[in-house]
């Protein structure tokens, strides 16, 4: 079980000390796709939803999803979060989301780039469930972490 770090030598959950590492200007990018019905896509188009600007709300959720992570995934570190972008695009099938998250820390931010992700997928799901009950969400995935030494 040494091959994970939140797994103790018992098998327990662990929660890594990060504590000796040197903070790092941190980065990670995620991307989620929700698939809609044609005419879902054109009343998101139309800002024609009845609980208002789909792409907008789910933005806003994903940047509070972002900064909530550790609240929602038990062994994550809180982080000071710089930076968090959520962008909503409609593309043929329907709606994809791009994450940008940044921070200064000890730890990665990929989680968070995946939950905001997630959580604005969800958020579009929410508003689109009464027109649309073919909704599937999908293919999220981190594309991109990367760390840099914080210049002297």
């Known amino acids: ?14 929660m890594v000390d990060v504590g000796d590492k040197i903070p790092q200007i941190r980065e990670a990018k995620a991307i989620g ?3 809609l019905e044609a005419r879902t896509i054109e009343l998101i188009q139309e800002n024609a939803m009845k609980k208002g600007d789909a792409l907008t709300i789910a933005e806003i959720a994903g940047i509070q999803a972002a900064k ?16 968090a972008e959520v962008k909503c695009s409609i593309i043929e099938k329907g709606v994809q989301v791009n994450t940008r998250v940044k921070c200064i ?24 469930k009464a027109v649309d009950k073919s909704m599937v969400l999908g293919e999220i995935a981190l594309v991109e972490k990367t760390k840099t030494d914080l210049k002297q």
């Open 1 to 14: 079980m040494g091959d994970f770090s939140h797994i103790d030598k018992d098998g327990k959950a662990n």
């Open 33 to 35: 796709i929700i698939h």
């Open 68 to 83: 909530r992570t550790s609240d929602l995934i038990p062994l994550c570190h809180t982080l000071q979060i710089t930076k």
């Open 105 to 128: 820390g000890q730890t990665g931010v990929e989680m968070e780039a995946l939950t905001a992700a997630s959580i604005a997928l969800l958020t579009i799901y929410d508003m689109c």
